[in-house]
């Protein structure tokens, strides 16, 4: 009986070392594989922090370039705006085949008690969608762009006071506006400006080659450069 437990003994520990054996076999292999999984897992995280650096990187490069040319996209629109510094713009005057500028320029001038000589080019300007085109007057100084339109805003000056030549009584009572010739991209800014802000801003206007827009009479001007400007303005009343 216990030569036949020592059988049994030994057979039970030879099943069990084999057993231990495979288990080990088994763990050592499974050992190597997550070392193995380990170390592609220390090169993919080495990679993508490579990666996020270079996207980094990238982000910024890209927002440089963007301030660049948006910096670049305002100097030329400044210098374009530069070149009509000196240029008034006209409107309420119906177009006539046979009209003489140089001539209505003259009795707006003197309308205005302003020196007539100081107009140096008059041209009218080609409408669009139908609408009749406006009159640029080149004047000899920027600064008597201002003196004109000071004067147009003490003075109601009406198409009748300056040409004859009216379609109907109704259209000789329009009033004749003067105003400062903007770029077409300041004349967009502006109007987009005055579309969305109206309701926040009490002031909205154009100087010095700027759009600019005051809320209250105290308020210092706040420039308008572009589009996301006026966003982040009109986002500004809800808060």
Known sequence: M????????????????????????????????????????????????????????????????????????????????????????????????????????????????????????????????????????VLQQKEQVDQWIRAARTETIALEDITPNAPNPEVAKRRVLLRRALTKANKTLLWQAKQTLKETYKYIWFQGGKVLARKFDNDKPVIIRSSCDIDKLSSQKYR
Request: positive net charge; proline residues 1%; glycine residues 2%.
């Open 2 to 137: 216990s030569k036949l437990l020592r059988d049994i003994s030994l057979e039970v520990k030879k099943a069990v070392k084999m057993e231990l054996a495979s288990v080990n076999e088994s763990l050592s292999s499974w050992c190597i594989k997550m070392d193995t999984i380990n170390a592609t897992l220390e090169i993919l995280t080495e990679k993508v922090k490579d990666l996020e650096k270079k996207n980094m990187y990238l982000t910024n490069q890209n927002t440089h370039l963007e301030l660049k040319v948006n910096a670049m996209e305002q100097q030329i629109r400044n210098m374009e705006q530069k070149q009509l510094d000196n240029v008034l713009e006209i409107t309420g005057i119906p177009e006539n085949k046979d009209e003489n500028l140089e001539k209505l320029s003259s009795k707006l001038a003197s309308k205005l008690k302003v020196e007539k000589r100081q107009a140096s080019m008059v041209k009218r300007l080609k409408g669009r969608d139908g609408k009749e085109g406006v009159i640029q007057v």
